[in-house]
């Protein structure tokens, strides 16, 4: 089985844009959860979504917002960036809900930085 | 206020020694926890896990126990082997289904 795909890797955006990220879970997974690490505060819980409905989100700002499609593809948008947004965005995949209480599945993570 | 707490942030172990890593949490409210193990430029991967109703779970070379009045728990690893060398997550869920993870710790594995 592929595993959890998110593209791009690599991304350069300065201070105001906005970006998307893009996740492709392991087939057959409707969950997926999102995260962002950063050295100072390691790996933090931004949401999860499950059949194309959000679940759950972690605290964070309305400026982080994501959507799930019907192949459970998952995107994750950051509007007017900030210098602190600079982080690796994770994507995890899991077969059920609750995506939490199973193992999950991590891609390799988009490095964003922010200019 | 981080819930989820990893006070080391890097370990050294001799090859073939036992490791320890621990992680202490403050919220009663977590019943669910679990070990990510994460290698640069890789995403975690999953470890083990250990349900509130448990206090040791073990799987191969890996065991973690959980002391609930204690609010601590610690990942065993033995004997330790080159490979075992990444950044170890300690994360924790509640029935609310947040997610928390803390902040990691290195762990180098000695020749």
């Known amino acids: 089985k592929a595993g959890v795909t998110q593209t791009p890797r690599y991304l350069i955006k300065t201070r105001g844009q906005q970006v998307t990220l893009s996740c492709s879970p392991i087939?057959?997974?409707?969950?997926v959860s999102w995260y962002q690490q950063t050295p100072g505060q390691g790996l933090q819980f931004l949401f999860e979504y499950f059949s194309e409905t959000q679940r759950n989100k972690g605290n964070f700002p309305g400026r982080f917002s994501g959507r799930q499609f019907s192949n459970s593809r998952s995107e994750m948008n950051v509007s007017t960036l900030e210098l602190g947004d600079s982080a690796l965005y994770l994507c995890?995949?899991?077969?059920?809900?609750?995506?939490?209480?199973?193992?999950?599945?991590f891609g390799p993570g988009t490095r964003l930085t922010v200019l | 206020d981080q819930q989820v707490k990893q006070n080391s942030p890097s370990l050294s172990v001799q090859e073939g020694r036992i490791s320890i890593l621990n992680c202490d949490y403050t919220?009663?409210?977590?019943?669910?926890f679990l070990w990510y193990k994460k290698y640069p430029a890789e995403g975690p991967t999953f470890l083990i896990s250990i349900s509130s109703i448990k206090d040791k779970n073990e799987d191969g070379r890996f065991t973690v126990f959980l002391n609930k009045s204690a609010k601590h728990l610690s990942l065993h690893i033995v004997p330790s082997q080159p490979g075992d060398s990444a950044v170890y997550f300690c994360?924790?869920?509640?029935?609310?289904?947040?997610?928390?993870f803390g902040k990691g710790t290195r762990l180098h594995i000695l020749p």
């Open positions: 994360a924790a869920s509640a029935p609310d289904d947040k997610i928390i």
């Open positions: 919220n009663s409210m977590f019943d669910y």
């Open positions: 087939s057959g997974h409707r969950s």
């Open positions: 995890a995949s899991s077969p059920a809900w609750g995506g939490l209480y199973n193992e999950q599945f």
